[in-house]
């Protein structure tokens, strides 16, 4: 079955993409045996697109500024997927937004491929199976994939051990923009994009430019030789989105004339699979029948005070090793 599956990704087929992509976010331990022969027949196949992380605080355009980036690139030859981590719903696990909707023009293209995923609840923001999916799409054919994450926050860090380069969407809000960006979400921007440069807002967003460039002139370059550029954009009129395509270009490029970009996404790869391991050994102790009979005694005596918390995780721990 993965056999066919694989030849079907690579033929560039859509629908099999999105069952592929199903298959790996799937939880069940069958579809996880299944999803990990996929991936080992089809990783020759990846690694040949540009990978572009692209967050910001909600209300900054990001869907409309990826639209048009996305139509943009597209023009100029490539084929361009988008993984739009939704929040998840707290009462079915399933999307809440529903990307395809807010990019219905870019979704209309037979050169792109949008999927929302839900969040899980997992890496702050970045649904755990993304970093897969993004594989996929590459083995897929797909040359620009870009991983769109619900906002400001620990999602951040966790998609820029994804891409190979992140950019931060601010809105022309000024200070309050500036207050609601966390220094540390500033150091992991490869290049800051002030959207809805347009009408009123023009010398709003001008201003807040001049003060994001002031910010990130105060900041320890993310990279040798690196400055963070700060750009002026307009996703609903498509205004920026040119040079801001033309700056991803050249970040790219310049990643791989001194080999930075093989080694950035080999410390990616190991940083994934350490990340699995946590995940997987979460799981296990999660569904040990040790664990699972101890549990209500061993978090009665926490609640009750007559335990530490220490010795607790400590007796469970013993319980998940056969102690």
Partial sequence: MTRALAEQVRAGDRRALARAITLVESSRADHREQARALLDDLL????????????????????????????????????????AVDPSSTRSGGSILGDKTRMADLGRSAEAFIRPSPTGGTLG????????AL?????????????????VGQSEVAVADLVDLFVLVASPTGGDELQGIKRGIMELAD???????DGELVAASQRAAADLRSAVHLLRPKRPGWSVEVLLASGLHGTGVRELWDRIQHGLRALTSDDQLAALRADQAVSWMWNEIREDLIRAFDEDPNVIRSLPTVEEGVRAGR??????AHTLLRRHHGG
């Fill in 125 to 132: 923001g970045v649904a755990r199976r993304t970093r897969e």
């Fill in 307 to 312: 335990v530490s918390p220490t010795s607790a």
């Fill in 44 to 83: 020759p196949d990846t690694g040949r697109s540009v990978r572009v992380g692209l967050s910001g605080a909600p209300g900054a355009g990001k869907s409309t500024l990826i639209e048009a980036l996305g139509i943009h690139a597209i023009e100029a030859g490539h084929r361009v997927a988008v993984l």
């Fill in 191 to 197: 290049l800051i994009v002030v959207n809805k440069s």
């Fill in 135 to 151: 594989l996929l799409c590459e083995a897929a054919g797909f040359d620009v994939v870009i991983v769109e994450t619900v906002g």
